[in-house]
Nanobody, 117 residues
């Protein structure tokens, strides 16, 4: 089993920045890709950014150039640096960890990001 604990959400003004953190514990050896997803009210959960254990990254088009995903394998932690936030970025952000050999996806409890205009 893998446990994910997120932190760093909050309220920020448009144009501001936030940094989310997600710490993994448990069977972290099996984790390959980690990432961030978000879900706004009335919308489906969508991918924001992912990063593999080898630091290969992918981003949603809507956040490219503004968000950066960073991974510290020694700390089993992934970060999401969010810059130039706008009200459309407001959502609950969820951390995800994929363990392909276990055929498991793990999710954090979510952290709220609110952006005021």
């Amino acid at each position: 089993q893998v446990q994910l604990v997120e932190s760093g959400g909050g309220l920020v003004q448009a144009g501001g920045s936030l940094r989310l953190s997600c710490a993994a514990s448990g069977s972290t050896f099996f984790i390959d890709r980690m990432g961030w997803y978000r879900q706004a009210p009335g919308s489906q959960r969508e991918l924001v950014a992912t990063i593999s254990k080898a630091f290969s990254t992918s981003y949603a088009d809507s956040v490219k150039g503004r968000f950066t995903i960073i991974r510290d394998n020694a700390k089993n932690t992934v970060y999401l640096q969010m810059n130039s936030l706008n009200p459309e970025d407001a959502a609950v952000y969820y951390c995800n960890a994929n363990a392909p050999s276990l055929r498991q996806d793990y999710w954090g409890q979510g952290t709220q990001v609110t952006v005021s205009s």
